[in-house]
């Protein structure tokens, strides 16, 4: 069965999701803004949902088309194939979002999906009423510019949840991004890579995955996993074949230091939640007396700024102690992520490369250093 899929994804890191997924065996990868389209079957969306470092979710896209009003929306919905996933006693609960459409109203939009996918399988099914009791099937729509996309989420919880963060310090990065930041460095099997303001450990812990290529969503749940039209022996071989292409013996290592005693003991536990625990190190240390004496070091990190924990001034503070921290030396590289336009003025030179992301909803620069130029 080829199936349509859509995996949203970060701003910025659409061209990343792309050839991740194209490296996982999907078919017909094509990116747009904020998402990146493609096909396969079932093992695939296992594969994607148990793999995939950079994308937000897995989405089974329905069907595409123009609706100006209610009765053209209720009529593109009702022509879909919802039965071809959702059996006559399953939940499907409709959640989505419309921008700049004449059909602007959320909640009568998602009164006209839900009514035209009851009638569907009310039809096909040859029944009175539908009790939704049975597995969840989260139908998501999308109404931009009057044209309509609709979907069934396969994920359930953001894949940036990969389990091993039950608690987290204040303001951590996501999941998703600390691994788009270490794809941007780079990271290989025989890394080093440290972290001056580790926090909850996330940078560390995604480059350590990513190093030792254990699969992110492997000790996770999806919806779909329970959904009866996919075989539990699908979800088992793909798990099976995630585990087969680990490195364990890798010779990555990472090094997180903080001034929070609580938060190195949170990172350390983080760091054995998933999986990766004999590979990082932390200890107590303030950027003042950061030095690596390694060959080659990797150091990737998002720092404390004025819209998370500090105010401006502190924040650009501590930029100006990284600059002097951070020297120039071959074999070594910095890349920082900072909503401040001015980081590089108060850090001391240009980036060597920068790249445009978002925290949250926070607009921040990637800021990246590896040119020995000393």
């Known amino acids: 069965m080829n199936i349509n899929f859509t995996a ?11 050839q991740e997924l194209k490296r996982l065996g999907a078919e017909n990868v094509s990116p747009e803004n904020g998402r990146v389209n493609f096909s396969g079957d079932y093992n695939i969306l296992a594969r994607t949902n148990i793999c995939s470092r950079y994308s937000e979710r897995i989405l089974i896209e329905m069907g595409k088309f123009t609706a100006k009003t209610f009765e053209e929306l209720f009529q593109g919905v009702k022509a879909l194939p919802w039965e071809q996933w959702i059996g006559k006693t399953d939940k499907f609960p409709v959640k989505g ?36 009791t ?4 989260q139908v998501q729509f999308l109404i931009m510019k009057n044209k309509v ?18 608690v987290s310090t204040e303001a951590p990065i996501k999941e ?8 941007l460095s780079h990271i290989h099997s025989n890394h080093i890579v440290a972290d001056p303001f580790c926090g909850s450990g996330t940078i560390l812990i995604e480059a350590a995955l990513k190093a030792m290529n254990i699969a992110p969503g492997k000790n996770r749940d999806f919806t779909s996993k ?33 001034i929070d005693q609580n938060a190195l003991e949170l990172s350390a536990a983080n760091a054995v ?14 950027i003042k007396d950061f030095a690596m004496d390694f060959e080659r070091c990797s150091i990737i990190t998002n720092p404390p ?21 951070f020297v120039q030396k071959s074999g070594y590289s910095y890349t920082i992520i900072s909503p401040d336009e001015e980081f590089e003025t108060i850090f001391g030179r240009k980036a060597d490369k920068r790249r445009k992301l978002y925290n949250g909803m926070i607009k921040c620069q990637v800021y990246m250093y590896f040119k020995n130029n000393a």
């Open 8 to 18: 949203p994804c970060l701003l910025g890191v659409e061209g990343i999701v792309a």
């Open 97 to 132: 979002r419309s921008l700049n459409s004449q059909l602007s109203s959320v909640p009568s939009c998602q009164k006209i999906i839900k009514k035209a996918i009851v009638e569907r399988l009310k039809s096909k099914y040859k029944v009175q009423w539908l009790e939704e």
């Open 134 to 137: 049975g597995e969840l099937y």
């Open 149 to 166: 996309s609709i979907m069934i989420d396969t994920s359930g919880s953001g894949l940036h949840k990969r389990g091993y963060r039950a």
């Open 176 to 183: 998703t991004l600390a691994a788009v930041m270490a794809d």
């Open 226 to 258: 329970h959904w009866g039209c996919i075989s539990s022996d699908i979800w088992r071989q793909e798990i099976e074949r995630a585990i087969s292409e680990e490195k364990q013996d890798a010779l990555f290592e990472g090094y997180g230091y903080d």
């Open 273 to 286: 939640k998933a999986g990766v625990g004999k590979k990082l190190h932390f200890a107590k240390r303030d």
């Open 305 to 325: 700024y004025g819209e998370r924990l500090l105010d401006i001034e502190q924040a650009q503070q501590l930029y100006k102690t990284m600059g002097e921290r």
